[in-house]
Each structure stands twice: as structure tokens, then as C-alpha cells.
């Protein structure tokens, strides 16, 4: 069954980074675009990014474009979000998730705070 782990999580200040990864497994990884989408404290679903099967298109809404960077390695079954430049607001639990599927991993906690 399709089975995917987030980690990379942590507690960092303001202005500083985190690499969020996605292990993936249960499926054929390669031919999935995937998203990552997150959860704050009393809120819905926020989609973060989106990438292509291949790796080589990537979208992203404007309360991430420039800050964050989604990537991938297929032959690792692993999907990466780089967040550079993180905000308080950006506090939440991230989760990874086949773009066209509702499922989602366990997801990681990432808190931005001083």
C-alpha cells in the first residue's frame, strides 16, 4: 500500500531554513507528481508546491514562491521541500502527498519562533 513518511521538522527561528523530506514506497514514484501541503493550528489544507513526474516543472502559491524550493530523486523515492527564509506563519504540520490523491503521510512539525 502506498506508504509515505515525512521528517526534517524542528523548531528554527525566523529567517532560517529547514529541508522537509518524503520518503515514498507503495507505488510507482516515479510517474506521481507530488505536492506538499500543510496544516496550522485551527486551519484547513494549504497546498505549499507541486512537481512534475520528472522533476522538471514545479509550481508554487505566492506565500511560497521564492522562499521554498520542491524537488525530487526517483531513483531514491524521495521528495525534498528546501524552506529558506521562514516566517512565523509558516508554522504547521507539513505533509507530503501524491498530487492527485487525498492521502497523506504522518506529516512534520515545523514551528518558526523566536
Known amino acids: 500500500q502506498v506508504q509515505l513518511v515525512e521528517s526534517g521538522g524542528g523548531l528554527v527561528q525566523p529567517g532560517g531554513s529547514l529541508r522537509l523530506s518524503c520518503a515514498a514506497s507503495?507505488?510507482?514514484?516515479?510517474?506521481?507528481?507530488m505536492s506538499w501541503v500543510r496544516q496550522a493550528p485551527g486551519k484547513g489544507i494549504e497546498w505549499v508546491s507541486s512537481?512534475?513526474?520528472?522533476?522538471?516543472?514545479?509550481g508554487y502559491p505566492p506565500s511560497s514562491k521564492d522562499r521554498f524550493t520542491i524537488s525530487r530523486d526517483n531513483a531514491k523515492n524521495m521528495l525534498y521541500l528546501q524552506m529558506n527564509n521562514l516566517r512565523p506563519e509558516d508554522t504547521a504540520v507539513y505533509y507530503c502527498?501524491?498530487?492527485?490523491?487525498?492521502?497523506r503521510g504522518p506529516g512534520t512539525q515545523v514551528t518558526v519562533s523566536s
Open positions: 507503495g507505488f510507482n514514484f516515479s510517474s506521481e507528481a
Open positions: 502527498k501524491k498530487t492527485s490523491a487525498v492521502e
Open positions: 512537481i512534475n513526474a520528472a522533476g522538471d516543472r514545479a
